[in-house]
């Protein structure tokens, strides 16, 4: 009896199946090794978590992703393993799966087809380009509020920096809130918080309007590099968002915050797709993998699932772009992610 590969496993697989099969398994396990040196128990650790992750997102309904081709969801099943990144729902969260429409050429007929990508997130790129030493550290980025002291200057030696102050509002609010998340359920004036929409209430008190984000990405050298995104720049970023969308507010988390301002952790996120703007691209042009775009509006040669209303004519050059399979059987190499 011939000996069964991947190649002759993979089409006839269920989707949700291609992550639990023997022989991705192995290559999975096997790839994680060799790219990150782990050790056996390591990467069938990393394994096991990744595979139920990757079910739990194909049991998404409103993802698509079972619509997608058997080849691109192993492609980004493997690139989990080559970039060593967790899809793991989660505050800070580096990675998920997507479904997109890429146009093709089937029996000489343009043709949509659906199509899963490993997309990055800021804080899966942060990861990667510390990984790499392009980046040594990148301190959590700060949400400046209306009566903090947030001023851009430049400093002795002629570079930029940001004196920055926090008012005693701000500090209360965030007090409240790392008492709530302690279990330590009680205010300064010694009253119960009995649920978190109390404590909430308490916090956003002492907090009024964000006025802009910043983050410090500390390079090789000593160099110290600021970044910030301020209420100009985040109102561009929902313009890019609600043009794309074909609507008025953009992404929800636009508005989903306290007021209706930007959601806090997702003005983090943009803050430090910001700052990695000045640094040199994630080269991710040959694989299944996406970097997460500051604004969506970037991210246009590819579309949402065939099932999107999306109808928007695209440039020539988008139209006759083309899958690149690469080696996606064989051994992965261990290559940097820079151009």
């Given at each position: 009896m011939a000996i069964q590969t991947l190649k002759d496993?993979?089409?006839?697989?269920?989707?949700?199946?291609?992550?639990?099969?023997?022989?991705?398994?192995?290559?999975f396990i096997e790839t994680y090794k060799k790219i990150h040196e782990s050790s056996d128990s390591e990467a069938e650790a990393f394994y096991e978590k990744e595979k139920s992750y990757y079910i739990m997102a194909l049991n998404d309904e409103k993802s698509r992703l079972t619509t997608?081709?058997?080849?691109?969801?192993?492609?980004?099943?493997?690139?989990?393993?080559?970039?060593?990144?967790?899809?793991?729902?989660?505050?800070?969260?580096?990675?998920?799966?997507?479904?997109?429409?890429?146009?093709?050429?089937?029996?000489?007929?343009?043709?949509?087809?659906?199509?899963?990508?490993?997309?990055?997130?800021?804080?899966?790129?942060?990861?990667?380009?510390?990984?790499?030493?392009?980046?040594?550290?990148?301190?959590?980025?700060?949400?400046?509020?209306?009566?903090?002291?947030?001023?851009p200057k430049t400093n002795e030696d002629g570079d930029l920096i940001i004196q920055y102050e926090r008012s005693e509002k701000?500090?209360?609010?965030?007090?409240?809130?790392?008492?709530?998340k302690e279990g330590k359920l009680v205010t300064n004036d010694g009253d119960l918080i009995v649920e978190e929409k109390d404590a909430l209430a308490i916090a956003e008190k002492g907090k009024s309007t964000i006025k802009a984000c910043f983050t410090i990405l500390h390079l090789p050298g000593g160099i110290r590099d600021y970044k910030w995104l301020d209420r100009d720049d985040i109102e561009r970023l929902r313009k890019k968002s609600a043009k794309m969308l074909r609507n008025d507010k953009g992404n929800a988390l636009y508005s989903s915050g306290i007021d209706g301002q930007i959601d806090e952790d997702f003005l983090r996120a943009k803050c430090l797709k910001h700052a990695f703007k000045t640094l040199p691209r994630m080269k991710h042009d040959l694989s299944n993998?996406?970097?997460?775009?500051?604004?969506?509006?970037?991210?246009?040669?590819?579309?949402?699932?065939?099932?999107?209303?999306?109808?928007?004519?695209?440039?020539?050059?988008?139209?006759?772009?083309?899958?690149?399979?690469?080696?996606?059987f064989g051994d992965m190499e261990d290559d940097s992610p820079f151009k």
């Open positions: 496993v993979l089409p006839n697989l269920a989707p949700k199946e291609i992550a639990s099969n023997e022989l991705v398994r192995n290559q997608c081709t058997n080849l691109s969801l192993y492609s980004s099943f493997m690139e989990c393993a080559i970039q060593g990144l967790s899809t793991k729902k989660q505050g800070q969260a580096e990675a998920y799966y997507e479904c997109k429409g890429i146009k093709r050429i089937v029996d000489k007929k343009e043709t949509w087809v659906n199509t899963c990508f490993f997309v990055v997130m800021a804080y899966g790129e942060l990861a990667l380009r510390k990984r790499y030493g392009q980046i040594l550290h990148a301190s959590n980025p700060i949400v400046v509020y209306e009566n903090d002291t947030f001023k701000s500090e209360r609010s965030e007090k409240v809130m790392k008492k709530f993998v996406k970097f997460e775009p500051e604004s969506i509006e970037e991210d246009d040669d590819i579309v949402d699932g065939i099932n999107s209303d999306f109808t928007e004519k695209k440039s020539e050059k988008q139209q006759e772009s083309k899958e690149k399979d690469g080696n996606l």
